[in-house]
C-alpha cells in the first residue's frame, strides 16, 4: 500500500472526469515540512502558528517569529501556504501563559477573541509574518471567527501593521490574502456576508462539528454520537461549498474529514475542489480521487440527501457508492 501511495506523489490528483482536485497539508511545525516533497501535496492548507508558541520555553520575541516564519516560506518555496494565527485558550496552553479558570474552555477566551482583545499579540505575529513574506504572496486565515465584523476587525489591524511598514520603508507581501475559518456555526448563518468579506475561507471541520451536535470532540464517551456523512452534517458542508462558489470565494476543508477517503468523496461531491489534511492521507485520497467520477458522486449525494431523512446517515449509501465505482 505504501509503495502504491509513494508511486503517485508525481500524479496530479485529477478525477476520472477532469476536475482537479487540490490536496493540501496540515502542519505547526518546520519538520511537518518535509513532509511535502514526500508526499507531492500542493502546499500546505493550514499552518498552525500555535504549536511553535506551545513548544516554546517563553513566548516567541517578534523577531524569532520572523525567523520561524521565514524558515516556513523557505520550506516551501512558491508552493503556497496559509498560515492561521494563534489559535490558544480551549485545550491549547502556552506554559508561560497564566492558565485562564474556565467552566468551558472550548466556548471561552480563545483564538481571534484573545487576538481582538489583546491586538498587541496578534499585532506582533501579523507583522512578523508581513515581514517574513516580503516580496513573495501571502495567505493569513483566522481561527474561531464567529461574526463577520470580528472579521473586519481583524482585517483592520493587518492593515494598519501593512501602513506601518510601508511607511517604514519595509518591502511587503507580492500578495496578501486574508482568509476565515469556518468552525463556528454562527458563520452558517453569515455565509453570504463572509464569503463576500474574506477572501477564502476553510472549515475548521473538527471545530465546526463539535459545535455544531454539540458534541466535546476530545471525549470519545459522545464521539460515536453523531456522524460526519449524515444530512445535517452533509447540509452544512453543501451550504458553505455552494454559497462560497455564488460568492466567488474559494473554500478548503482542512479539518480531519478532508483526510479519509469516504468523507473526502462526499466532500467533492458537494463541490469542495481543495482540501487539507495530514502527510499520511495524501496517498489514500489521492488514490480516491483518481478513481473517482466527480460528477457521479455529484449527483448520487444530490438525490441520496433529497432522498434520506433528517439525521439519517448516507455513510453506508457512500460506502456502496465508493465500491460500486
Ligand atoms: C478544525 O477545527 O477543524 C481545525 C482544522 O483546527 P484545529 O483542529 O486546529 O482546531
Ligand atoms: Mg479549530
Redo the contacts with the bound molecule.
Keep these: 500500500r505504501q509503495e502504491q501511495y509513494r508511486a503517485l506523489r508525481d500524479r496530479p490528483a485529477v478525477t476520472q472526469d477532469g476536475v482537479a482536485i487540490g490536496l493540501q497539508l496540515?502542519a505547526g511545525l518546520l519538520i511537518d515540512l518535509t513532509h511535502l516533497a514526500e508526499t507531492g501535496a500542493d502546499g500546505i492548507g493550514?499552518f498552525?502558528t500555535e504549536l511553535q508558541f506551545m513548544v516554546a520555553q517563553r513566548m516567541p520575541s517578534a523577531a524569532e517569529q520572523q525567523t520561524l516564519y521565514e524558515a516556513v516560506f523557505a520550506a516551501t518555496g512558491d508552493l503556497p501556504v496559509t498560515i492561521r494565527t494563534l489559535?490558544i485558550g480551549g485545550d491549547k496552553i502556552l506554559p508561560y501563559m497564566p492558565a485562564l479558570e474556565e467552566e468551558n474552555p472550548a466556548l471561552g477566551w480563545r483564538a481571534i477573541r484573545i487576538g481582538l482583545d489583546r491586538p498587541a499579540l496578534l499585532r506582533v505575529q501579523l507583522r512578523a509574518l508581513l515581514r517574513a513574506a516580503a516580496g513573495r504572496p501571502l495567505k493569513i486565515m483566522f481561527?474561531m471567527v464567529a461574526t463577520v465584523d470580528e472579521f473586519t476587525r481583524a482585517k483592520a489591524i493587518v492593515e494598519r501593521e501593512k501602513a506601518h511598514l510601508r511607511r517604514h520603508g519595509h518591502p511587503l507581501p507580492s500578495d496578501c490574502r486574508l482568509g476565515v475559518?469556518v468552525?463556528v456555526p454562527s458563520l452558517l448563518f453569515q455565509i453570504d456576508e463572509i464569503a463576500r468579506a474574506a477572501d477564502f475561507l476553510s472549515?475548521?471541520?473538527?471545530?465546526?462539528m463539535q459545535f455544531l451536535f454539540a458534541v466535546d470532540r476530545e471525549n470519545r464517551r459522545v464521539a460515536g454520537r453523531f456522524d460526519t456523512l449524515s444530512v445535517p452534517a452533509l447540509r452544512a458542508f453543501r451550504l458553505i461549498a455552494e454559497r462560497a462558489a455564488a460568492a466567488g470565494c474559494p473554500a478548503t476543508v482542512?479539518?480531519?474529514i478532508g483526510g479519509k477517503p469516504l468523507e473526502a468523496m462526499a466532500l467533492i461531491g458537494l463541490g469542495f475542489r481543495h482540501l487539507s489534511m495530514s502527510p499520511a492521507a495524501i496517498g489514500p485520497v489521492k488514490a480516491m480521487v483518481l478513481g473517482l467520477d466527480a460528477s457521479a458522486v455529484a449527483a448520487f449525494i444530490e438525490t441520496e440527501m433529497a432522498r434520506a431523512g433528517d439525521g439519517e446517515s448516507l455513510r453506508p449509501a457512500l460506502s456502496a457508492f465508493a465500491k460500486a465505482h
Design positions: 496540515n493550514l498552525r489559535d481561527p475559518m468552525e472549515v475548521g471541520s473538527n471545530d465546526l482542512c479539518g480531519e
